[in-house]
């Protein structure tokens, strides 16, 4: 496979042909910010916070989703970057219902810690406080709806890695909701075989286990790179 | 600057929100003793005043929630040079605005009506009892608001480094802040 060389942030970088800006920059330690993403599964592009500037082009790019090119200069935290970033995470607390004060993920969540990585101290937008639900009825986990950032994290890992596919987004644009096979209430899935790998990648305190109270769910993704190594290398080892 | 003691003057206020933000600037203990020292304290909820003074730092607990706070708090911004946003219910409403997924009716009735055992009924026309705003708001989306002090509730830690940016006319390094913890 042939290498390319590029620069990210003024930084050498090599990565080899078809892997993902994201992928080379994060191996070099270039933290560019992510929610949609989640090593060990496909990336769709859903959040946008990735997005990275390419000299010689005009638009925005996903870093999670464009391949590494030779010769390429890319920008990851410039202020027009910024600005964007800031907006798209305002856009998501807006959007739902995120009461962290309150909430199972407190001071564990992922979108917390973007926000706070982004200095975002009040949002500009007016929040919709749209009326959704939680669906309390699979014995193990739940889903809060006001907390889902439909990354769709959950969908990938239970279609790629469990092979379940139990969940799917319903709807379009600000109506979109995560469903459970044909939208029937999760502890009523055929489907889901209770494995729990959509609640341990999901970025915020959307998808928990039952028994949590405010701050007191953690989550454990390492299962993910296990299954990943072993598919890949046929190496079973942690 | 206060003209008889030469010092900044400060105030805290109470909107929408449970006191815990107070508390946790009670909290400050010993450290109260510097900052009366560095500070004027002209008002706040612990202390007895009939007009809001002019003052150089307000801090603002809690959403707008009443017709009442709503003109307070435009008082308030009025007389101050450096507002703050002081804690998660001023900065984002919080679980003060959790209200707002229904009607005021709907809440007042839930109140007055529906879970009450002594007096029920809604107490309108009471010119003692403010009225519900339609929807809870946070404070910069009323007034203009300089700073913003995240946290439910911000420590006394926090609260003390904020101040004493604001007086030593820093600008208050307050990066790296989460909503909630
Ligand atoms: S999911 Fe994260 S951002 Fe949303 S309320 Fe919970 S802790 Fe806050
Ligand atoms: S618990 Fe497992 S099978 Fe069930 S929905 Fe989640 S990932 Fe899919
Ligand atoms: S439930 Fe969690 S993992 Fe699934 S889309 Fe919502 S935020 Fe993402
Ligand atoms: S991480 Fe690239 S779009 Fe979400």
């Known amino acids: 496979m042939s290498v390319k060389t590029l620069t990210i942030d003024g930084k050498m970088v090599t990565g080899m042909a078809g892997e993902t800006i994201f992928n080379a920059a994060w191996e070099a330690g270039i933290r560019i910010p992510r929610l949609c993403h989640v090593g060990g599964v496909s990336d769709v592009g859903a959040c946008r916070l990735c997005l990275v500037e390419i000299e010689g082009q005009k638009k925005l790019l996903a870093a999670c989703l464009t391949p590494v ?15 964007h970033r800031r907006l798209i995470l305002e856009l998501l607390f807006a959007e739902r219902n995120h009461v962290c004060s309150v909430c199972v993920m407190n001071g564990q969540c992922e979108l917390q810690d973007l926000a706070a990585e982004a200095g975002l101290d009040h949002v500009r937008l007016r929040y919709q406080f749209p009326k959704l639900g939680v669906d309390t009825s699979h014995e193990r986990f739940g889903l809060d709806h006001n907390r889902c950032v439909l990354c769709t994290r959950c ?45 341990q990648v999901c970025p915020t305190g959307a998808l928990f286990s039952k028994g949590r109270g405010v701050g007191e769910m953690r989550k454990d993704r390492r299962f993910l790179k296990y299954i990943v190594t072993a598919r890949e290398k046929h190496q079973w080892i942690r | 600057m206060d003209s008889l003691t030469k010092k900044p003057r400060l105030a805290t206020v109470w909107l929408g929100g449970c006191s815990g933000c107070h508390m946790s600037f009670l909290d400050l203990d010993e450290r109260l003793f510097e900052l009366h020292r560095r500070a004027e304290i002209c008002a706040s909820p612990f202390t007895d005043y009939k007009d809001f ?39 984002t409403g919080n679980v003060t605005a959790m209200r707002n997924f229904f009607s005021v009716d709907d809440v007042l009735d839930r109140a007055y009506r529906e879970t009450a055992t002594q007096i029920v009924g809604i107490p309108s026309g009471n010119p003692a009892v403010p009225r519900l705003l339609d929807r809870v708001r946070p404070v910069h989306e009323v007034v203009k608001v300089d700073y913003f002090l995240q946290g439910c509730a911000p420590s006394a830690e926090e609260i003390y480094r904020l101040l004493m940016d604001l007086l030593d006319g820093r600008t208050p390094a307050l990066a790296g802040r989460k909503f909630g913890s």
Request: hydrophobic share 35%; with cysteine; glycine share 10%.
């Open chain 1, 69 to 83: 090119e030779e010769g390429m200069v890319v920008h990851t935290n410039t202020e027009r970057l910024r600005a």
């Open chain 2, 53 to 91: 003074p002019e003052v150089d730092i307000t801090l603002v607990e809690g959403a707008v929630t009443t017709a009442e706070q709503l003109e307070e708090i435009r008082h308030v911004r009025r007389r101050t040079k450096i507002l703050v946003s002081f804690g998660d219910c001023a900065v």
């Open chain 1, 155 to 199: 969908i990938r890992v239970c279609d790629e890695v469990e092979g379940a596919h139990t969940w799917d987004v319903s709807g379009r644009g600000a109506r979109s909701v995560i469903i459970a096979d044909m939208g029937e209430p999760w502890g009523q899935s055929e489907s889901c075989t209770s494995c729990g790998k959509c609640v």
